[in-house]
């Protein structure tokens, strides 16, 4: 029997791969040959998963040269991925390919090999007929702008037209956002697919013990950005301010350090306050009464479906802000802008967010509408069936 191949071309960071595993493992389950394009951070994760590894190299981006990244147009990064997953797809050809929509190599390669996809993305899913309408922040969205420029060129490269990547489309775009969180989530046709359930469907990798009594959990955890730099970095600000402004209100307060940071600038941590693996991220939300963060798509996706209410501290970050502002629009957390955050800020943010009924209403009211949104289960059944039709 022919088995049938799924290749899977993500970009190597944490929000672009996590919410992906979930079908890897549904599909791996059902007996097709998965393939799983990952750098060494996230290649046991996806071998777990039950997908064979692709190697390629690390992204690294410099945070030291400015707040927002550009994972999409870092050059030379996306030629050194087609480099390194070319000889072995072009070997192996796919029946199908995934790609994400932040791997413009995976979409070159499509193109090359001639095979079927499916795009995918853990991001906002974006209207091409408005898409200034759906980023009103105009200084992001300027960023958006030149960053499709970059994309576009090295797309035009390969004889790809791409004036802005971000509103193009597949014939069947997967994303792994939760419709409910979407601007505008009603208005994207049968060709676009929110998978928003399988962020939450993650399985946590390291277990945790709940030490934290009668008393509430509070969930402090830095963006993913820095998990991909490759030097010691130093523990955010928002780690200290959060452990001033709690402990006075009688929280358990438990801090998701990346492993580079200098965990002992923390010492002496107080009562009822301790250091986690971030491996152990979804053990300590799916009991959290509070989550305190720099944004990012997935965890608020994550910390929706767990019923979360949430603190986005944006550190200046255009993107992030762009997401605080939705957040804050949505009526399920709070955003705190750089120069802004104080303990007494932060402290008021958080008695207001988990005392106010209708913030507190809100927040169930998205967890139903995350958690009956489809999961891995259901996404695969349409990978099946778009894959029987393109063959």
């Known amino acids: 029997m022919d088995v049938r191949h799924i290749a899977f071309i993500s970009l190597p960071y944490a929000p672009h791969v996590n919410p992906t595993l979930p079908i890897v493992s549904t599909l791996a389950r059902r007996g097709y040959r998965v393939t799983f394009v990952a750098s060494e951070p996230f290649s046991r994760a996806a071998a777990e998963a039950g997908a064979q590894v692709v190697p390629c190299r690390s992204l690294v981006l410099d945070l030291a040269a400015g707040p927002d990244h550009e994972c999409d147009g870092t050059s030379p990064y996306p030629r050194q991925m087609l480099q390194d997953i070319t000889p072995f797809y072009e070997a192996n050809p796919p029946h199908l390919v995934l790609y994400d929509f932040c791997a413009p190599a995976g979409r070159v390669l499509v193109n090359q090999l001639g095979v079927p996809a499916i795009q995918t993305s853990p991001f906002y899913a974006f209207l091409d007929q408005d898409f200034a309408g759906q980023v009103k922040h105009d200084v ?26 971000r509103v193009d489309k597949e014939k069947l775009n997967l994303y792994l956002f939760p419709r409910a969180l979407q601007p505008r989530g009603s208005e994207f046709g049968n060709n676009c697919y929110f998978a928003g359930r399988c962020p939450g469907e993650r399985v946590a990798r390291s277990d945790w013990e709940d030490h934290s009594g009668d008393r509430p959990i509070a969930l402090v955890s830095m963006t993913n950005l820095r998990s991909i730099g490759s030097s010691a970095i130093s523990v955010p600000e928002h780690f200290f301010v959060s452990i001033d402004a709690l402990s006075r209100l009688g929280w358990h307060i438990v801090l998701s350090l990346n492993q580079r940071c ?11 306050c301790e250091i986690i693996h971030p491996s152990a991220f979804l053990k300590v939300l799916a009991r959290a009464r509070l989550l305190i963060f720099n944004s990012g798509i997935i965890t608020t996706a994550e910390a929706a479906y767990y019923g979360v209410p949430m603190i986005a ?29 104080n303990a007494a800020n932060l402290r008021d943010a958080a008695i207001r967010l988990s005392s106010d009924k ?23 059944n349409l990978i099946e069936e778009y894959l029987e039709a393109s063959s």
Do not use: C
Request: charged share 25%; hydrophobic share 35%.
């Open 313 to 341: 501290i944006t550190e200046g970050h255009h993107e992030f802000e762009w997401q605080g502002d939705h957040i804050a629009e949505l009526g399920i957390g709070a955003h705190i802008r750089k120069g802004t955050m």
């Open 262 to 272: 200098d965990q002992t600038s923390l010492h002496p941590l107080p009562d009822h």
């Open 140 to 165: 992001f969205r300027n960023v958006l702008m030149d960053d499709a420029q970059r994309v576009g060129k090295f797309l035009g490269e390969y004889g790809i037209s791409s004036p802005n990547y």
């Open 358 to 380: 209708a913030t507190l209403d809100q927040v169930r009211r998205i967890k139903h509408a995350v958690r009956r949104e489809p999961g891995a289960e259901e996404t695969a």
